[in-house]
């Protein structure tokens, strides 16, 4: 039996399947055409960010602050530090300017900062004279490493303190200087008097430091390091053998448990 009429199924439109496709690759197009122009917004946003970090005068480096030093210090470091002035604050090698503050013997500790738009900060911590050295006819300034920090006559600040000699002609006078420092301090750590009596602390024999006084025409030998024993116990009879004897050739505290000294021939007991 044949049956005519309409079929209840249909059939989709010829073509829709690429109109999809086609529909689908517009979008892709567009969101790629659509990124492209974001990407090269931004990338000409950064460049012309970073033109402006860089060149505008505003970022101008105008102040350079120097905190913690004396005048004569600042005076020195100044000259040093000129260079920054007109750089651009975005261009400046903060650890360049820690390295070239730190290489000056007074400085003992920097932290260099930087505030936007045109400032540098350096904060120093000035290094403190820790002894005094003739080497040759003048006086040179030390600081706790040994190391030369500046003549004599060129600080203005207080250096009444015993002078190392004896250094000319040591093989190794870095070391020596450190050792007669180290003793100094242990001098001074057991009594404060007799370390500001101390005139000169005389280095020329590795194997025995030899102290004079101001009040006291009678080297004394400490050895090749300080007994402290044996200089308390000097200092407790001190008074009494300046009274007994005036005039001594040498005291010796070199050897341990042991205090000896030696009046100067013809001189007859004060007793």
């Given at each position: 039996?044949?049956?005519?009429?309409?079929?209840?199924?249909?059939?989709?439109?010829?073509g829709s399947k690429r109109t999809r496709q086609t529909l689908s690759n517009l979008r892709l197009t567009a969101f790629l055409f659509l990124y492209g122009i974001l990407a090269v917004g931004l990338v000409a946003g950064v460049r012309v960010g970073y033109r402006f970090l860089n060149t505008h005068p505003i970022f101008a480096i105008k102040t350079v602050v120097l905190q913690g030093v004396s005048s004569k210090t600042e005076n020195e470091l100044r000259p040093m530090l000129?260079?920054?002035?007109?750089?651009?604050?975005?261009?400046?090698?903060?650890?360049?300017?820690?390295?070239?503050?730190?290489?000056?013997?007074?400085?003992?500790?920097?932290m260099v900062s930087g505030q936007i738009p045109d400032k540098i900060r350096v904060v120093v911590r000035e290094r403190r004279p820790a002894g005094l050295a003739r080497l040759g006819n003048s006086l040179f300034l030390l600081n706790g490493d040994g190391r030369v920090i500046c003549p004599l006559d060129s600080y203005s600040g207080n250096a009444d303190m015993p002078i190392?000699?004896?250094?000319?002609?040591?093989?190794?006078q870095?070391?020596?200087?450190?050792?007669?420092?180290?003793?100094?301090?242990?001098?001074?750590?057991?009594?404060?008097?007799?370390?500001?009596?101390?005139?000169?602390?005389?280095?020329?024999?590795?194997?025995?430091?030899?102290v004079h006084l101001h009040n006291e025409r009678a080297p004394i030998h400490l050895g090749d390091k300080i007994i402290v024993a044996n200089l308390k116990n000097y200092l407790a009879i001190a008074q009494h053998v300046q009274n007994t004897y005036p005039a001594l050739d040498y005291i010796e505290l070199g050897f341990p448990n042991q205090i000896a000294i030696k009046p100067r021939e013809g001189q007859s007991n004060g007793e």
């Open positions: 039996m044949i049956v005519l009429g309409r079929s209840s199924s249909r059939r989709r439109p010829r000129e260079y920054l002035r007109g750089r651009n604050f975005f261009r400046v090698d903060l650890d360049e300017v820690h390295d070239r503050v730190g290489a000056h013997p007074w400085v003992a500790s920097t190392l000699i004896g250094l000319e002609d040591l093989n190794d870095p070391t020596a200087i450190l050792t007669g420092l180290e003793a100094l301090d242990l001098i001074k750590e057991t009594s404060l008097f007799f370390w500001n009596n101390i005139e000169t602390l005389d280095l020329s024999d590795n194997d025995n430091m030899v």
